[in-house]
């Protein structure tokens, strides 16, 4: 079993900045990707962004790359999501999730086993 809470949600004005952070414990995690994803109200879930937890591959949708960054710190077990110049598109519950890294990397919600319960991001215009 993995589990991951997540962190660092709120609200914020559009052009700010915000960190989440995903706090995993349970097996190793060295064979497995963390992604981020969100979902906004009346939409479906989407990809954000993936880290691999082993040689640290990031992967960003369209939409954040340039202004999401992704990272992992190995000693605290922790994988960060600092969100800039952030817009009213990006208010949504985002939450954080894992997936065996054998399975190749995907943006389908569907490829990850273990989630957090989610973190709600409101940027206000």
């Known amino acids: 079993q993995v589990q991951l809470v997540e962190s660092g949600g709120g609200l914020v004005q559009a052009g700010g900045s915000l960190r989440l952070s995903c706090a995993a414990s349970g097996r190793t995690f060295s064979s497995y990707r963390i992604g981020w994803l969100r979902q906004a109200p009346g939409k479906e879930r989407e990809f954000v962004a993936a880290?691999?937890?082993?040689?640290?591959?990031?992967y960003y949708a369209d939409s954040v790359k340039g202004r999401f960054t992704i990272s992992g710190d190995n000693a605290k077990n922790t994988v960060y999501l600092q969100m800039n110049k952030l817009t009213p598109e990006d208010t949504a519950v985002y939450y954080c999730a894992a997936t065996p890294i054998m399975r190749g990397f995907s943006v389908n919600s569907d490829r990850y086993d273990y989630w957090g319960q989610g973190t709600q991001v409101t940027v206000s215009s």
């Open positions: 880290i691999s937890w082993s040689g640290g591959t990031t």
